[in-house]
């Protein structure tokens, strides 16, 4: 069962998803959930959205502010902010193979 307070936008079946929320209890914060996934893929999207990157240089602080702190510094609307992903079926063959496809070209 779901918690009552929580009022961001749930995810759907084999979904990870993020969206901005600011309610009573959780005044302007970030709502993550899943629904199939896991919650190591919760705490990566928490990790690369929101939290401060550091470097060799400073690994004692923080050197790089978060995304979302980047994409407020940059004059964005974060309360607009929203994220959703699908995992991907393997049974579907040509996205299998998008997928190859674009991890060969980030790599």
């Not at 919650?39 to 979302?68: I, Q």
Request: proline fraction near 4%.
């Amino acid at each position: 069962m779901r918690r009552q307070y929580l009022r961001g936008k749930v995810a759907k079946k084999n979904q990870l998803r993020a969206s901005f929320i600011d309610t009573k209890e959780t005044p302007c914060d970030m709502f993550y959930s899943h629904d199939g996934g896991c919650n190591t893929d919760l705490r990566m999207l928490h990790y690369h959205l929101g939290s401060p990157k550091f470097t060799w240089e400073s690994a004692s602080k923080p050197s790089l502010p978060s995304f979302l702190y980047e994409l407020i510094d940059r004059g964005y609307d974060i309360t607009t902010f929203e994220m959703s992903i699908q995992k991907l079926d393997t049974a579907d063959l040509y996205k299998v193979n998008l997928n190859q496809r674009m991890k060969k070209i980030l790599s």
